[in-house]
């Protein structure tokens, strides 16, 4: 009888010391789960929710055709995407995302998912999804969020601080001109922003597929946005996946602007700044300085 | 108290202090470290590395009066092999961690070294020596918990500090200079890098019982077992079959 107790505390000593490693392992994923599910986003001051009968009949209606059911990007048209040409959909397991006002190398914000979802990506399959209420598509960036473990276990990064927008002066078209010599944009882009730059024929993306340039040449617009706070950001956070990197250490935030001005003259729509050229009689960098 | 009841008493107080000491074990310090030393041989003829070819940008041609070779496997005269990471894959509780702050030179548009070994959470400094434009971009895969980044380093850039959070072997490659391929080599604990002749010393290695890995990015991994005594000097060595 005694043996009997000794023998039974002893299993059940065991089996508790045993399984509490498993069981806060199994707690973890869990959680971890649940929280995926149960994602949210914020845009303003509304708020979208993953586990939403509005997010997953959008999701599955207008974008698993392309993102797949698991959001890995292998939906059933991603077989006939050809890049450089037609950008593979992306993978929202990985948490990688072009359009960002954060720093290279971390999460967008909810605002930015939620602009990249209603601008649609030019030069690509991605639609342009402004057609859907505010509140479906926060529910959508919401959805979209929950496909990768990195937004339960990371914060989005703190977006890059912006000044106020100055006066285009000629002096700024010049010195606008002058970075992009100095930080060697043109490596990839061309001195006359054509995308054909000396690296721009081996140009790959992280998943070693080809990946063209932007070129500024053809009247195209950026896929993150064109207005002149856009192409500011573009520049100062990089498009996290691809080789253009982020030039935050190597432009002062105020000379950022000038060279917003100086890529304004090399685009095909009319602007102050390719009349300011004009004038100045601005010829391309050199390539050799 | 009855037999019972010392028996539970033992068997509490025995499962307290274990668990006790697991939490407290990473506070303490090992004393009288020893250290694993070694040579990499390739067994076989090297394969031919290709000359580079750097017409892209004139100034990585000017600056390579000869033209740089590929160096995914460099063997020297004697067959020893360079640029394999060496670092213990299992028997270590409690590593110290490695604190030095080493530097990743862009020189003559190529990595210096070719393979950066370093500790998680060890900080490392990206430089450039060239002037020319690189543009930095290590390719980890973000589900580690190692996120990639891509920051470009125009002439004259101020360096970049950074560090991984997880052990992970990252390919690193400048998008500008296609060729430039380098490593981030993210091991746990102390570490070493094979020399031009294969040579490697792994220092601060506290008394125990180990596994000793050698990585070499064509050829793979590979292991071998060691026994470091207090204040001691253990040996392996590591042969790689040419192929």
Not at chain 1, 140 to 153: D, E, G, I, N, T
Not at chain 2, 62 to 89: D, H, R
Not at chain 2, 229 to 242: C, L, M, N
Request: glycine content about 8%.
């Amino acid at each position: 009888m005694r043996r009997n107790w000794m023998k039974w505390s002893l299993w059940v000593v065991a089996v508790v010391v045993l399984s509490l490693p498993v069981a806060s392992w199994a707690q973890l994923t869990t959680q971890d789960i649940a929280a995926r599910d149960n994602m949210e986003a914020h845009v303003g001051n509304l708020t979208g929710h993953a586990n939403s009968g509005q997010a997953k009949y959008d999701y599955r209606r207008y974008c698993v055709g392309c993102h797949g059911d698991l959001g890995d990007g292998n939906g059933e048209v991603a077989q006939w995407l050809d890049p450089p040409m037609w950008p593979k959909p992306r993978d929202f397991q990985l948490g990688i995302f072009k359009c960002r006002s954060t720093p290279t190398g971390t999460l967008p914000t909810d605002q930015d998912l939620y602009d990249a979802i209603s601008r649609g990506f030019d030069r690509s399959a991605m639609p342009i999804w402004n057609v859907f209420t505010k509140q479906q598509r926060v529910d959508l960036v919401a959805f979209v969020k929950h496909f990768s473990p990195r937004f339960v276990s990371e914060k989005p990064g703190t977006p890059i601080q912006i000044p106020p927008e100055p006066e285009v002066t000629a002096d700024r078209v010049k010195n606008g001109r002058e970075i992009f010599a100095r930080v060697q944009c043109w490596k990839c882009h061309g001195v006359t922003g054509q995308a054909n730059g000396p690296s721009a024929s081996t140009l790959q993306d992280d998943l070693g597929r080809p990946i063209a340039a932007f070129n500024f040449t053809e009247g195209a617009r950026p896929k993150c946005g064109s207005t002149d706070q856009d192409i500011y950001r573009i520049f100062m956070t990089g498009l996290d996946g691809t080789p253009m990197p982020s030039f935050a250490d190597n432009i002062k935030p105020d000379e950022a602007w000038d060279l917003v001005f100086y890529l304004r003259t090399l685009m095909a729509q009319p602007s102050k700044e390719k009349d300011i050229a004009r004038q100045l009689g601005l010829k391309p960098v050199s390539p050799n300085p | 108290m009855n037999r019972q009841q010392v028996f539970v008493s033992v068997l509490a107080i025995t499962v307290l202090v274990c668990c006790g000491s697991l939490l407290l074990n990473k506070t303490v310090s090992a004393a009288g470290e020893g250290k694993i030393t070694g040579t990499v041989k390739l067994d076989g003829e090297a394969p031919h590395m290709k000359p580079i070819d750097m017409s892209k940008d004139p100034y990585c041609v000017k600056a390579n009066p000869t033209p740089q070779k590929f160096q995914n496997v460099v063997a020297g005269s004697g067959g020893g092999l360079e640029n394999v990471v060496l670092y213990i894959s299992d028997g270590l509780s409690n590593p110290t961690e490695s604190t030095a702050v080493q530097v990743f030179d862009q020189k003559n548009c190529m990595y210096s070294p070719h393979v950066l070994a370093m500790d998680i959470g060890q900080t490392f400094k990206v430089q450039t020596s060239d002037q020319t434009a690189h543009n930095i971009h290590p390719n980890p895969n973000p589900m580690t918990g190692n996120i990639p980044w891509n920051q470009s380093q125009p002439p004259g850039a101020p360096p970049v500090e950074k560090s991984w959070k997880a052990t992970e072997f990252i390919e690193v490659k400048c998008n500008i200079h296609p060729w430039m391929h380098g490593w981030f080599a993210v091991v746990k604990g102390p570490y070493a890098v094979t020399d031009e002749n294969g040579n490697f010393t792994i220092q601060n290695v506290p008394p125990g019982s180990y596994t000793v890995s050698a990585w070499q990015e064509v050829y793979g991994t590979q292991t071998a077992k060691v026994t470091v005594a207090a204040g001691g000097s253990a040996k392996a060595d590591f042969t790689f079959k040419a192929k």
